[in-house]
Nanobody, 123 residues
Framework: VQLQASGGGSVRAGGSLRLSCVASGRTFSVATMGWFRQAPGKGREFVAMISWGGYSPYYADSVKGRFTGSRDNAKKMGYLQMNSLKPEDTAVYYC?????????????????WGQGTLVTVSS
């Protein structure tokens, strides 16, 4: 499975961006798509999870109520709508996919990773 993330950019605080992630290859095995981010000088952290396996979307507390994950089954795409962005949301955002289902919030629970897309939020 190959993943391609896009949609990053630079916005002012309070603005919005929508990230997209398209999956290709052996996509029939994908059950979960996750979004992670890595800010400068920090470790990678979980942001959101979207399930193809019947589980509800799940979010990190830091983005709950501001970010919304969704999917397009036919296109095998996942999206992360990011509203009310804050400077602390500045990071490289990664999409990841797992063949397993359930609430997966750890990076080692994901089998496939896309390249990152940079989100910069200025105050």
């Amino acid at each position: 499975v190959q993943l391609q993330a896009s949609g990053g950019g630079s916005v002012r605080a309070g603005g919005s961006l929508r990230l997209s992630c398209v999956a290709s290859g052996r996509t029939f095995s994908v059950a979960t798509m996750g979004w992670f981010r890595q800010a400068p000088g920090k470790g990678r952290e979980f942001v959101a999870m979207i399930s193809w396996g019947g589980y509800s979307p799940y979010y990190a507390d830091s983005v709950k109520g501001r970010f919304t994950g969704s999917r397009d089954n036919a296109k095998k795409m996942g999206y992360l709508q990011m509203n009310s962005l804050k400077p602390e949301d500045t990071a490289v955002y990664y999409c990841a996919a797992s063949d397993g289902s359930g609430y997966r919030t750890k990076d080692y629970e994901y089998d496939y990773w896309g390249q990152g897309t940079l989100v910069t939020v200025s105050s």
